[in-house]
């Protein structure tokens, strides 16, 4: 839903930067055939000002309620955060007012971010009820998303968490021996078995349990069984992403890479052959429909960090360099709108070489591409080949699905 979204309001915003003398008549009949829209919301859509005069409008914000962490995971993006920052009450609140006064579409989006965000429970505890009462006002609904390395749940947590229908999704990188390479506390402990010991009390308030799995270059020749184990765990949806920051992959590191996600995939179709219930996005996808240039970051999603400055996104905060963090205002003292242009019409910074691709993207992840190239808008040649490989992942998927 989120993302459907996200990808009709960057279509628009494309659409209105490529035609700028466009009429609407042309955008609805545009979003008709790309989106199957029936004609009555397309020409609504069509006529939003707000989305296509390059005003703010929002679908989506990261609070990042605390830069602090239970664990020192060695390729976290927050790693070089003082841990002292939390966020106060008032600044969720006026990060909670930007999202529902510039909300472009009837449901929005929180999601909960750290650092660990378990460790300011309370604070979500007073935030959540503000955010349902601003929601009411404004006659919206709110999804809820909650990013968690697991460690610190207990039965209170998941309860409310499942009484509000936060939907928590847990940080596990595979196996023990994958996971607790890097994700340790800050006495070296691993944390894998807090996080296994867990999952039964997740999955009696929470049936359907998503986690993200990042493959760092060490464990890419274990990344099969990686996956496996964390199936058995009993997580149903994931999202399987490689560990990407400042150090390039290499060609032969993506291919290694790419022929597991092969094997990976034979797994996971064989587990639904099975009828067990397992989603992951990249093997479902359309590859036929592309949806533009650049990802949501600035564009209808914003995130806050503890101290209430804004950025298009968490990872781009998390990084170390002013210019790459791209702060565009504060929650107290304001915003300045201006600046988030090129992140509402990425395809104006579309680099040439991008432009002549036979076989383009979506433009890679913001944070990965600052720091490789120094340039928000300029993918590094890894993402060329992670794009490769996603999208013949994807294919074999479809094909996979008929065998
Ligand atoms: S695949 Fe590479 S060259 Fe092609 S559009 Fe993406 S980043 Fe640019
Ligand atoms: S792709 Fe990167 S910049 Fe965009 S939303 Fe994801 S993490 Fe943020």
Redesign the pocket.
């Known amino acids: 839903m989120e993302n459907r979204l996200n990808n009709i309001v960057h279509f628009i915003r494309e659409y209105a930067g490529s035609y700028p003398g466009y009429s609407p008549a042309d955008l609805t009949v545009a979003l008709e055939r790309t989106f199957a829209l029936p004609r009555e919301q397309a020409k609504k859509l069509a006529q939003m000002p707000e989305v296509t005069r390059e005003k703010m409008g929002l679908a989506a914000i990261e609070l990042n309620v605390t830069f602090n962490c239970n664990l020192t995971c060695e390729y976290c993006f927050v790693h070089c955060k003082s841990p002292q920052e939390r966020m106060r009450f008032a600044t969720a609140q006026k990060a909670i007012d930007l999202l529902m006064d510039k909300a472009i579409f009837p449901n929005v989006v929180i999601t909960l971010i750290g650092g660990e965000p378990l460790l300011e429970f309370e604070l979500i505890k007073q935030i959540v009820p503000y955010a349902l009462a601003r929601a009411k006002e404004k006659k919206l609904e709110i999804t809820w998303a909650l990013t968690t390395n697991g460690t610190l749940l207990n039965e209170e947590m998941v309860q409310y968490f499942s009484q509000h229908q936060i939907n928590v999704l847990l940080s596990i990188d595979g196996g023990q021996e994958t996971h607790d390479r890097y994700r340790r506390t800050r006495n070296g402990e691993g944390t894998w078995q807090k996080i296994a010991d867990r999952i039964p009390l997740l999955k009696t308030y929470q049936t359907w349990l998503g986690a993200r799995m990042t493959v760092s270059k060490e464990a890419i020749t274990t990344m099969r069984q990686d996956f496996n184990q964390i199936v058995q765990l009993g997580i149903n949806q994931l999202i399987i992403a490689p560990a990407q920051g400042a150090e390039p992959w290499d060609l032969l590191q993506v291919e290694q890479y790419g022929k597991n996600m092969v094997k990976i995939l034979e797994d996971y179709h064989n587990y639904q052959r099975q009828g067990k219930q397992l989603f992951i996005e990249e093997f479902e996808k359309d590859e036929r429909v592309k949806f533009g240039w650049g990802c949501r970051a600035g564009s209808t999603s914003l995130a806050v960090a503890p101290n209430g400055d804004v950025s298009p996104c968490s990872k781009l905060l998390g990084l170390t360099n002013e210019a790459g963090r791209y702060i565009v205002g504060n929650v107290h003292s304001g915003l300045d709108v201006k600046k988030l242009v090129p992140f509402q019409n990425a395809i104006s910074r579309q680099?040439a070489?991008?432009k002549e691709?036979s076989?383009?993207?979506?433009?890679?992840c913001y944070a990965v591409n600052f720091e490789q190239t120094g340039d928000h808008f300029t993918?590094p040649?890894e993402?060329?080949f992670f794009?490769?490989v996603g999208q013949e992942t994807t294919r074999m998927s479809r094909f996979m699905k008929f065998c």
């Open positions: 680099p070489h991008c691709c076989r383009p993207c979506a433009g890679g993918p040649t993402n060329c794009w490769v």
